[in-house]
C-alpha cells in the first residue's frame, strides 16, 4: 500500500476549524453566486472578475473577503484576509501555504484555489481544493508541471456519466484534487483515491477533510495506475486519466499528461480495468483515443478487452482534426501567447504523423464485466445532446444488453413495459389523413429514438408490463389482417433492438 510521501497540508483538527470558519462566513455556492451576481457568474466562466468585483462593491465582510482571495484571486490588506479566521488558524494557513504574503505591503494572496462545491444530483458537499486557476483576467502563464486541476468542465461531466448506483467499494483512479471522491462517497461505502502525483493528494486530502471525510471512508494512495490497488478489486472505477497525447518533449504537465505513447494510457486504464472489477462491475472513462490511418478504430478498441469476458461501450461525443485538437492543448496549456507557440505547435504534429494519427476522439468509455461469453463490443458517435446527468442511462446498459439477448421464447413470453420517459412525436403535412413520421423518443439519458412504421408503434405502445410480447403480437396480427409469424419474424429483431437501447424493461 503506498501511502502519500507529503504530509497533510493540514492537520485534522485545523481543516476542522478552516470547515467551521467557511461556514461560519456562509461560503457555500448560493451564497457565492448571490454575492457576484449572475453577471459575475457568467464573467467567471470566461476568466473575468470585473463584473464580480463590481457586484461586491465595497463590502468587506467575511464572505465578500474570502470571495475576493479564492474566487477572484485579488490581493488583500492582511486585516481583512484574517478576519474570517482567528489567529492561530490564519498563521496554519500561512505555513500551508493555502494564503501567502505578496511582498507588497502587508498584503496577502491566495496561495491555493479554496472552492464551495455543492452537486444537487447526489447531495455531495463541500469545498474543493486545488491549484489556482491560471487564466482570469488574461494572466495567461505557464503551468507549474505539478499542477493540481480542480473543478472544471471535464470533472463535472465525469460525474454526470457515473453511474450512483450504491455499491460497497469504488476506485477514484487519478484522483486529482478529490471531486470524483466527493461524489463517490455519496453513493460508495468505501472509496480509495489515487494518484501519481503527491501534490495531488495533498489537495485532495483537504478536500476530505472540509467534507467531513475521513480515511474510513476515504483512503488516498500515491502511485501510477492500479499500482497502489494491486491486489484489490472494486464494484465501481472512475477515471478522468491524463490522457492529452502530447509529444515526448519533456515538458509534461501531470494532471493532463502522462508518458505513455498516443492514448497508450487509456488503453492501460481499459486493459487492466477486469483485474480490479467485481463480477458485474464497471469501469467509467471520461478520455482520449486516436483514429489511425489505415486501422478501424472499433476493431483497435475491441483489442483492448479481447479475452476479458467485459462488455465494452465506447461513445464518442466529438472528434477533432488535428489542428483543431493541438490548438485546444496549447492554450490549456498557456502558450498561446508564448514565442515558443509554432514550435511546440510543429512538434505536435510531427508526433501525430509519425504515429499515424488522423483525428482525435473525445468521449466516454464504459467496460462492465459481465461475463458473457460472448462480450459485447459498441463504439458509436453520438454528438447530441443528452438529458444530465446521463449516469443512470449508462447504468442501465448491462442489464438492458442481457434482456436483449435471451431466447425468442423468453423475449415472447415476458411481459415487457415501455419506461415512462419515452414519447410518441409525430409529423406531417396539414391535412394529410396521418402521420408521415412516427417516432418514439427517449427523455431522459441519451435521448435516443426510434421510427415507427404502425405494426412496432401498436406493439410498443401496447406493451405496458401486462400481457406478453407473444399476446400482443397475436392481437396487432389480427389487427392489422396481417400472417402473425411474418409479423413476429420482422419485428422481433426491432424489438431486441429497443430493448437494448433502453425503451423497455
Not at 230 to 249: C, G, H, K, W
Not at 296 to 321: H, Q
Request: aromatic share 6%.
Amino acid at each position: 500500500m503506498a501511502t502519500p510521501s507529503l504530509p497533510p497540508l493540514l492537520t485534522d483538527d485545523r481543516a476542522d476549524q478552516l470547515r467551521r470558519a467557511l461556514e461560519a462566513a456562509h461560503y457555500t455556492v448560493d451564497r457565492v453566486i448571490e454575492r457576484v451576481g449572475e453577471e459575475g457568474q457568467s464573467g467567471l466562466q470566461r476568466n473575468s472578475t470585473m463584473a464580480a468585483l463590481h457586484h461586491l462593491g465595497d463590502a468587506r465582510d467575511p464572505l465578500a473577503c474570502l470571495v475576493r482571495l479564492f474566487v477572484l484571486q485579488q490581493p488583500l490588506p492582511e486585516v481583512l484576509a484574517h478576519s474570517p479566521f482567528d489567529g492561530p488558524l490564519f498563521d496554519a494557513l500561512l505555513a500551508a501555504g493555502i494564503v501567502e504574503r505578496t511582498g507588497a505591503g502587508d498584503k496577502v494572496r491566495a496561495g491555493v484555489d479554496v472552492r464551495p462545491f455543492s452537486s444537487p444530483d447526489d447531495g455531495a458537499t463541500g469545498w474543493v481544493v486545488s491549484d489556482l486557476h491560471p487564466g482570469l483576467d488574461q494572466r495567461v502563464a505557464p503551468m507549474r508541471p505539478d499542477y493540481v486541476l480542480g473543478l472544471s468542465p471535464a470533472s463535472t461531466t465525469l460525474a454526470q456519466l457515473v453511474n450512483r448506483a450504491p455499491v460497497a467499494t469504488a476506485l477514484d483512479l487519478g484522483t486529482g484534487s478529490g471531486v470524483q471522491s466527493l461524489h463517490l462517497a455519496s453513493h460508495a461505502d468505501r472509496v480509495v483515491a489515487t494518484d501519481l502525483n503527491p501534490r495531488a493528494l495533498q489537495h485532495a486530502r483537504l478536500t476530505m477533510q472540509l467534507a467531513g471525510l475521513d480515511q474510513s471512508r476515504v483512503e488516498l494512495r500515491e502511485g501510477s495506475l492500479y499500482e497502489p490497488v494491486a491486489e484489490q478489486r472494486f464494484d465501481l472505477i472512475v477515471t478522468n486519466p491524463p490522457y492529452v497525447m502530447s509529444p515526448p518533449t519533456g515538458e509534461r504537465l501531470v494532471y493532463r499528461e502522462g508518458s505513455f505513447t498516443s492514448d497508450g494510457l487509456v488503453e492501460a486504464v481499459v486493459r487492466q480495468a477486469p483485474a480490479h472489477l467485481t463480477e458485474g462491475g464497471s469501469l467509467q472513462v471520461l478520455g482520449n483515443w486516436a483514429n489511425l490511418a489505415g486501422r478501424d478504430t472499433t476493431e483497435r478498441l475491441a483489442d483492448w478487452v479481447a479475452g476479458s469476458r467485459a462488455d465494452l461501450w465506447v461513445i464518442e461525443r466529438e472528434r477533432l482534426d488535428l489542428f483543431e485538437y493541438i490548438e485546444l492543448w496549447l492554450a490549456d496549456a498557456g502558450l498561446s501567447t508564448s514565442h515558443h507557440y509554432g514550435q511546440r505547435y510543429r512538434e505536435w504534429l510531427g508526433y501525430f504523423s509519425e504515429l499515424g494519427i488522423e483525428s482525435v476522439s473525445m468521449g466516454w468509455i464504459t467496460l462492465t464485466l459481465s461475463g458473457r461469453e460472448q462480450p459485447d463490443v459498441t463504439v458509436e458517435s453520438w454528438p447530441w445532446q443528452v438529458e444530465q446527468p446521463v449516469g443512470q442511462a449508462l447504468g442501465r446498459r448491462s442489464s438492458d444488453l442481457t434482456a436483449s439477448r435471451v431466447d425468442a421464447g423468453a423475449l415472447l413470453t415476458r411481459a415487457w413495459r415501455l419506461r415512462d420517459d419515452v414519447i410518441e412525436e409525430t409529423t406531417g403535412r396539414p391535412g394529410a389523413e396521418g402521420p408521415e413520421h412516427l417516432v418514439l423518443r427517449q427523455t431522459s439519458g441519451l435521448r435516443r429514438a426510434i421510427e415507427c412504421d404502425t405494426a412496432l408503434a401498436a406493439v410498443l405502445g401496447a406493451s405496458d408490463g401486462d400481457l406478453t410480447l407473444g399476446q400482443i403480437l397475436a392481437a396487432v396480427a389480427h389487427l392489422l389482417e396481417v400472417d402473425e409469424d411474418d409479423l413476429t419474424a420482422d419485428l422481433l429483431p426491432r424489438f431486441r433492438l429497443a430493448v437494448e437501447q433502453g425503451f423497455l424493461e
